[in-house]
């Protein structure tokens, strides 16, 4: 799955790069619970995003974020 990102980043043009990262909904998002990439990413006010799902059950747990432990609000 990362191989497969990465291939496709370097492949991109600058433009290309720029453009993706606006439209982050179609760009592949790995998923720093699962490791695999998110399904249905659901990014967090720091930016990082995770699975809807896994970032749901990681919340039960701790209230913050996995990457950069900053406090998760308004999870819906
Ligand atoms: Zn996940
Ligand atoms: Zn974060």
Same mark, same amino acid.
């Given at each position: 799955?990362?191989?497969? %990102?990465?291939? #496709?980043?370097?492949? %991109? ?15 592949? #998002? ?7 990439? %998110?399904? #249905? ?21 701790? #209230? ?5 432990? %900053? ?6």
């Amino acid at each position: 799955m990362n191989c497969i %990102a990465v291939i #496709q980043k370097s492949e %991109a043009t600058e433009q290309d790069v720029k453009r993706l990262e606006r439209i982050d909904i179609t760009f592949d #998002q790995t998923c720093s619970i699962c490791l695999d990439v %998110a399904v #249905q990413p659901y990014s967090l006010e720091c930016e990082h995003s995770f699975c809807k799902e896994c970032i749901k059950g990681w919340h039960q747990r701790s #209230q913050e974020c996995p990457t950069c432990r %900053a406090p998760i609000k308004n999870l819906r």
